[in-house]
């Protein structure tokens, strides 16, 4: 029994009345027992129909057998067109496909693993390579390097008729590359401030840590600092009891183990024993009336010495 519904369109009568053919060629494509009840009737064109069975095959809810049949005109017999399973209305399906850049996160990256930058990377900004021409202002422009070579000529002149000796210099590349400078790229400003702002977050002054600390990183012992322009607010802790020891601190961040918060008390020392071997210390024989024996042991004592 069919529980078949039609859209506004009439359709094809024998497209229409073709269920078994499309049901044969559902049930030769889909796994055995799979395919369920039909559903619907679409009209896809004049004598063209396609007819959806459910299917029941777990993972796949809300799924149809769609098989779509056609007629040629004034011909008696109906042909099979195409058999696909497609989504219903309530089908169960994959969330939205996300690019890989997009579905990245820290931590992903593993041992072997590649991770490129796109050529317009808004955290890089292009670096001095040797290939672009320094700023006038720059201690390696084209400018300060003649000015500077002046200046050696003149004092390598030496005696009047002496060829000047121009001494060898390097190449900017060359001296960019001695500093540590030449890099294809390097942060951008955005670079900074992400940067910035990701480490405020986790080792900054709004943590929990710090919040409890008894005093900042900036007065601890184990900070190292760090240079360039976030050395200004950061530097790396180096107490290994600490939770950011390695990890890049905001100089307002802190922690218990910062290196004054509690210096280790000292033991006390006991004084040294005193002994007085000058003055002959009296001592009353005869202390009170009520002594009783101890006031006669020490009379007895005393007449004892004096015979
Ligand atoms: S030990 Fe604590 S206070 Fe000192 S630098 Fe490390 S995190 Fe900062």
Partial sequence: MSAATTRSRTPDRLCAEAVDIARAAAEEAAAPGVVGEHVETVVEGDRVVTH???CKEFGYRGWRWAVTVARASRAKYVTLDEV???????????PEWVPWSERLRPGDLGPGDLLPTESDDLRLEPGFSGEDTPPPNS??????????EAEDAEVSAGPVGELPIVPTRGSIAAVAEELGLRRARVLSRYGLHVAADRWEDTYGAKTPMAQAAPS?????GFLCPIGGSLGQAFGVCANEFSPADGRVVSLSYGCGGHSEAAVMPTPPRPAPP???ETVVDVLPLRPSADAGSVGAVAEGADDLGHS
């Fill in 52 to 54: 959806l069975f459910e």
């Fill in 84 to 94: 696909v399973l497609l989504p219903g209305s309530d089908a169960l399906l994959a």
């Fill in 139 to 148: 201690p390696v422009s084209a400018e300060m390097a003649e000015l500077v």
């Fill in 216 to 220: 900042t990183c900036v007065s601890c």
């Fill in 274 to 276: 005193v002994i007085d």
